[in-house]
């Protein structure tokens, strides 16, 4: 069964970082890119990019660049995604997934003075 499975809910404040893990199980960890996705109500759905554990090559949605770097590969699993310089704006729900089909149970993350 493959699984992944996420670090738990963070607060922080604003200028801060969060870094999030997801920890995968059930298939071979370089097999499938992992995506990160992240909802606010506010603003719907957001992709925020993808790395290919294979060999750590990434993609980056534009909103996300120079401030998000994932990590993810065989030696350094699990995945990793980091976000800098959080605003109000950055507080969601956090999603890892493997190949868009296999879904982590989500992290908030709060940015709160």
């Known amino acids: 069964e493959v699984q992944l499975v996420q670090s738990g809910d963070e607060l922080r404040t604003p200028g801060a970082s969060v870094k999030i893990s997801c920890e995968t199980s059930?298939?071979?960890?370089?097999?499938?890119?992992i995506d990160w996705v992240r909802h606010d109500p506010g603003q719907g759905l957001e992709w925020m990019g993808q790395i290919d554990p294979e060999d750590g090559s990434t993609k980056y949605a534009q909103k996300f660049q120079g401030r998000v770097t994932f990590t993810a590969d065989a030696s350094t699993r699990p995945a990793y995604v980091h976000l800098d310089s959080l605003s109000a704006q950055d507080g969601a729900v956090y999603y890892c997934?493997?190949?868009?089909?296999?879904w982590g149970q989500g992290t908030q993350v709060t940015v709160s003075a």
């Open positions: 059930g298939y071979t960890f370089t097999d499938y890119y």
């Open positions: 997934a493997g190949k868009l089909q296999y």
